[in-house]
Each structure stands twice: as C-alpha cells, then as structure tokens.
C-alpha cells in the first residue's frame, strides 16, 4: 500500500440562489463523485463551504497515473458534464494538484 495519495484542489463560486444545487452536483454523493467512480483509483471527494460563499473541492486519487488515466478514458463525459455546469458557477478555480502524506 501506498503512503500517499494524489489531490486536486478547486475552488468555487456558485450563483446567488444555487447554493444547495451547488452542493448536490459537487458534493460526495454528487454527479462528479458517481463520474469519478467509474474510474480506478478514485478514493474520495470533500466538500468545504466558508462564510463568504466560496467551497474547495478535493478529489483524492490513489496516484496521479490513477487521475490521469481517467482522464483519458472519460475525456468526453468530463468535457460534457463540465459544460453541463457552467451555469452553477461565477467562479470557478483551479487551486491545484498535489500528494497527500498519509499518517
């Protein structure tokens, strides 16, 4: 077993009034999550909401191989749904990618 895990960091801005929509297609349980399932290697998403109405988004990945080749196997239904949810957003950030430690 590996001591580290590979995460993605997004930042988000939802809509006035799409908040709870929002938290429905981005969450663990949401739209992302059931697309990143399809893929091997896929641990986890989290969702954190702060006061000013921003959320972060991880997805965690038991490597970066493990990301990236999802990424090609599902490069079409990733562009789509991302389109799909352009709407939700004003803003919408890529933090970042980077290794988790695990303890």
């Not at 001591?3 to 009034?17: A, E, H, L, N, Q």
């Not at 938290?23 to 663990?28: M, T």
């Not at 893929?39 to 997805?59: C, N, P, S």
């Not at 991302?82 to 939700?88: G, S, T």
């Given at each position: 077993?590996s001591?580290?895990t590979?995460?993605t960091?997004?930042k988000?801005?939802?809509?006035?009034?799409r908040?709870?929509?929002?938290e429905?297609?981005?969450?663990p349980?949401g739209?992302?999550?059931?697309?990143?399932?399809?893929?091997?290697?896929?641990?986890?998403?989290?969702?954190?909401?702060d006061?000013?109405g921003?959320y972060?988004?991880?997805d965690e990945?038991?490597?970066?191989?493990?990301?990236?080749?999802?990424?090609?196997?599902?490069?079409?239904?990733?562009?789509?749904?991302?389109?799909?949810?352009?709407?939700l957003?004003e803003e919408?950030?890529?933090?970042?990618s980077?290794?988790?430690?695990?303890s």
């Amino acid at each position: 077993m590996s001591d580290s895990t590979f995460v993605t960091i997004w930042k988000f801005r939802p809509k006035k009034g799409r908040e709870a929509e929002f938290e429905r297609v981005y969450g663990p349980e949401g739209a992302w999550a059931r697309l990143f399932q399809k893929g091997k290697g896929f641990l986890r998403t989290e969702l954190y909401a702060d006061e000013d109405g921003a959320y972060l988004v991880i997805d965690e990945w038991v490597s970066q191989e493990k990301f990236e080749k999802f990424k090609q196997d599902f490069a079409r239904v990733y562009r789509e749904l991302d389109k799909q949810c352009e709407e939700l957003n004003e803003e919408e950030i890529h933090i970042g990618s980077t290794t988790r430690t695990l303890s």
